[in-house]
């Protein structure tokens, strides 16, 4: 299927054009600025794609069809799981995590740097963390049981050992990726929002209030990019994943610095799932817990950080279901699967639940990233395996570099 499939060319636009800095109108027949670039989605990857430009020296738009990012990138655990990657996205995650100290410190965004612990309660689950350690021992530490429930403050039930991954990063994200268009606002990036893109050609992009032109131009809408190239998400076979998560009140008197991965976080992120070990844990887990694969549940937890308005909540995660388009329907079954779950790890008989709500991000079978260039001067740009806030940063370098 060819690139360009998905591109039709575009009506002249004569509405007029809002300014989100002061709401004025400017006269349709008024000659509209010119950007270096314009990105189309304040989501992690627009937002790391202007960083990246603005920085730069280029003169950079960015156009969100909300009043603010309110996908995928505010919907997630806040974890820069770097350790965990393999191939490409290992080099991304790496790059990227540079990049989230430096903004950290410039935008005075909080970044915890405890790194993860992984919890093994399973032969098979030491088993590959032996092997991953093995392979990667500058940055990751094997764990006993003991030294598992200091890094953790707390022992989880059963556990047999564990592993320390120490590059790891966290961030709240609901309050993060707002502060960090507000940081990009103040050096010079221009924000639009409620701005909805109906179409996007080479050097033009057309909203519901304007048109906007620009030499270059990244589509950096996420699962919905099959709303603006079709043919693209088609070929890449982009389905949206759907995710439950919850967040429940932490047991009295836990703090947990680090994120928390388990035996079915190992089967999920390819650092672990490609060891030799990892097959004889499939086989137990479909074995012994066939529900977990049925709900393709990762349990996994970080805790919110001191400075968010949830802060100390357990953030306790979550299923992922895929298909095309998004049903309406929860099903409690998957909610109720992950609560008894964490009471059984943590050895609590009730989790006070505060807040449930529904994920969704970008899935291909092609592989974590969709770029491509639908025409001249215009990329499409997608995380499709729940890596954003992982490796965007370091994927725009790439992209527009």
């Not at 790391?48 to 969100?64: C, D, I, M, S, T």
């Not at 099959?226 to 949206?240: K, Q, S, T, Y």
């Not at 592989?367 to 954003?388: C, E, K, N, Q, R």
Request: glycine share 10%; charged share 20%.
């Amino acid at each position: 299927m060819p690139r360009s499939a998905g591109i039709r060319p575009l009506p002249p636009v004569t509405v007029a054009l809002v300014t989100p800095a002061s709401g004025a109108a400017v006269p349709s027949g008024a000659v509209p600025a010119r950007y270096d670039v314009a990105i189309v989605g304040a989501g992690i990857v627009g937002l790391a794609h202007a960083w990246r430009a603005v920085r730069a020296g280029l003169k950079v738009v960015v156009l969100e069809r909300d009043e603010y990012a309110a996908g995928a990138s505010i919907r997630n655990f806040g974890h820069i799981c770097t350790s965990a990657q393999s191939g490409p996205a290992y080099d991304y995650a790496l790059r990227a995590r540079g990049e989230w100290l430096a903004l950290g410190a410039d935008a005075g965004i909080p970044v915890s740097t405890a790194g993860t612990v992984a919890v093994a309660r399973r032969l098979e689950e030491l088993a590959v963390l032996e092997e991953f350690v093995g392979e990667r021992s500058d940055d990751n530490v094997l764990l006993t049981a003991a030294q598992l429930a200091d890094k953790l403050g707390f022992a989880p039930v059963d556990a047999l050992g564990g592993a320390w991954l120490r590059l790891d990063l966290r961030v709240d994200a609901p309050s993060a990726v707002p502060a960090f268009a507000a940081h990009l606002a103040r050096l010079g990036v221009e924000f639009r929002y409620r701005a909805n893109v109906l179409g996007v050609e080479s050097g033009r992009v057309v909203t519901a209030r304007a048109e906007v032109t620009a030499d270059r131009v990244i589509v950096a809408v996420g699962h919905d990019v099959d709303r603006l190239f079709p043919g693209i998400a088609d070929e890449h076979g982009v389905v949206r994943c759907r995710l439950r998560m919850i967040e429940a009140d932490a047991p009295a008197g836990v703090t947990v610095d680090p994120g928390v991965f388990t035996g079915t976080s190992l089967l999920r992120y390819d650092a672990f799932s490609r060891t030799a070990a990892a097959a004889a844990l499939r086989d137990a887990l479909d074995r012994e817990a066939p529900e977990l694969g049925e709900h393709g549940v990762n349990l996994m937890f970080t805790q919110r950080l001191p400075h968010s308005d949830a802060a100390g909540r357990l953030v306790l995660g979550d299923t992922h279901h895929y298909g095309l388009t998004e049903s309406p329907f929860d099903d409690e079954a998957s909610d109720e699967l992950l609560l008894a779950r964490f009471r059984e790890l943590l050895g609590v008989r009730e989790l006070v639940v505060r807040r449930r709500w529904r994920g969704v991000y970008a899935s291909s079978p092609n592989g974590p990233y969709l770029v491509a260039s639908p025409a001249p001067g215009v990329t499409a740009v997608s995380v499709t395996s729940g890596i954003g806030m992982t490796t965007a940063l370091g994927l725009a370098a790439s992209v527009l570099d």
